[in-house]
């Protein structure tokens, strides 16, 4: 069977949740047995979004194999449990980056080189690519911003000519839309999706389906009339009704049969395997969801904490991590340089955890160092992530060594005590895209260890990027001091994992734990983490004192 592909356009405004569609039809496929992944296309011209500051672009999402990419990605990893890799977000930079490189090659010479038909053919090259070696049944294709921007045309086009090339059978155009309400006239209009769709036309595709974002109900009535202007089927105009929450979408979907549609239009009805998708794990994980029997309060504490995509994996793993434990687990952004400006006792208290964010550059460390010594010496869960691990470091050394003046490298390059150094191979580095520690390394646990018992083995396997390391020059001291590595690059000889043994869960990894968790398998650490911070919320505010919040 040849691989079918749906792709997916946006219209009428951004932000209209491409990414939780495609994860969710995405899942529901999967749940008919097929074999699925999901490809992002990016117009903007960074090669990938890992030279982008969050407050740009949200989250930067690493896959397995390295890539720095769209969180979009991470979504798409948790809804449908299967890796995403490099070849599922392409950008405009990386298309352009590779037709550079091949005409400075030779491999047009005599050509002239340009848009059509080059950038075309590299971006419908990707594509394709994802059909190699027949690794999937479906490929859900998502086009990045809105039908009509200057910038997404290469990739209207590359579409257009797939369609009119591929079999009939092979390909679907979904289109999202907004619907909006107008409060003056008590109406949801239509004509915005009008427009939009003729602007899809004017660009040589005609949608199959309409996917219509709305705060309310979409009538019957107003389903034909789109339908009608539009040139879709009743049917295929779908209600995308503002969700609780984005893990209801997959069922809303599922009850208005997409799944279907779509697999009806792709000529696979007939063979799949399961012709009713099976969603009873997501119905239970959803159940769990919805039904917290109580709340808890960590904070996160980071300088990027304005924008809400920031920190999208971790807030999900959160999300993912209170279902599995049947509670519901509020996250307080704190902006770390506001511990310092107020005081961390006023911005911290009441938190039965505190989770030191990732990060790069100086600015909000020392407040990030702050909180630490405020989880630390009040035995507050603790839980450092990246930069969280290395901020724990300095200041176990400053606070509990004595070391004055410690600090990562990457902040003071003359600190006395530099515990958090450049890897060696970074040194000669002077270019920035890519050239992190990226992707997936082992770790080796220490049997015993609080980590260890949270995974249940020795070896896993964790995704990492990051520039700085812990200094081993300093390691034996660390130790001696009761600082505990217990998690390992045995080949690298680097610190993965550091924890406080003394303390009730104190633990801080260079990794990037949020990056594997899935929705009904959220990462161990985050669960065990939240569950220790359910143990002390209890401890410290039984039931019927006031809890914090
Ligand atoms: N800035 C730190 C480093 O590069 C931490 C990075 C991170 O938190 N992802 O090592």
New binding site residues.
Partial sequence: MPTKYIFVTGGVSSSLGKGIFCASLGRLLTAHGLKVTIQKLDPYINVDPGTMNPYEHGEVYVTDDGAESDLDLGHYERFLDYPTSQANNVTTGRVYQEVIRKERAGAYLGRTVQVVPHIIDEIKRRILRLADNAAYDVVLCEIGGTVGDIESLPFLEAIRQLRYELDHACTVSAHLTLVPYLAAAGELKTKPTQHSVKTLLSFGLQPDMLVCRSDRRLGIELRRKIALFCNVEAQAVIAAVDAESIYEVPVNLAAQGVDRLVLAQLNLLGGIQTPKPDISGWMGFLERLKSPTSTITVALVGKYVAHQDAYKSISESFVLAGAELGISIRVRYVLSDTILERGVVSVLEGVAGVVV?????RRGIEGKIEAVRYARTRDIPFFG????L?CAIIEFARNVCGWKGAN?T?FDPTSPYPV?DFMEEQRGLETKGGT??LGGYACHLVTGSLAYRIYGQEEVRER??????VNNEHRAALEEAGLCFTGLNVARNLVEIAELPAKRWFLGT?F?PEYRSRVGNPHPLFTSFAAAALAYTIEQWPAGSSAAS
Avoid: N, T
Wanted: glycine share 14%.
């Fill in positions: 964010a990732p990060g790069f550059g992530i990246c930069l969280g290395q990562s990457e958090i992190m520690r990492h990027r990051h520039r700085y390391e260079q990037h």
